[in-house]
């Protein structure tokens, strides 16, 4: 599966941003466990949200929990994150990633997107 991530950019605190990640291949879509990282500068990738089709739900890392929402739609091949309430702490690269199964860890997918950059200033 090949993932592009689009829609980051500079926004202030307290704003809002809608992350795009678009789907392609051989596998379908709607088969497709999604998910979103992020990794900061000095820091290492961690989990931010993710759609697990075996189960049928959507769950989130605490700390953007109540404020991001992923959503996908499966005849445009797309997944999002839409972003609320951002806070400078959630300025990151944001990843977007494919796999037959979701979870919170990298290794749980098996294809990732080349990342988006987020900046949220105070």
């Known amino acids: 599966v090949q993932l592009q991530a689009f829609g980051g950019g500079l926004v202030q605190a307290g704003g809002f941003l809608r992350l795009s990640c678009a789907a392609s291949?051989?596998?379908?879509?709607?088969?497709?466990?999604m998910g979103w990282f992020r990794q900061a500068p000095g820091k290492e990738r961690e989990f931010v949200a993710a759609?697990?089709?075996?189960?049928?739900?959507?769950y989130y890392a605490d700390t953007v929990k109540g404020r991001f929402t992923i959503s996908r739609d499966n005849a445009k091949n797309t997944m999002y994150l839409q972003m609320n309430s951002l806070k400078p702490e959630d300025s990151a690269v944001y990843y977007c990633?494919?796999?037959?199964?979701?979870?919170?860890?990298?290794?749980?997918?098996?294809?990732w997107g080349q990342g988006t950059q987020v900046t949220v200033s105070s």
């Open positions: 291949g051989r596998t379908p879509f709607r088969a497709l466990s």
């Open positions: 990633a494919a796999g037959p199964k979701s979870g919170t860890y990298d290794s749980d997918y098996d294809d």
């Open positions: 759609y697990s089709w075996s189960r049928g739900r959507n």
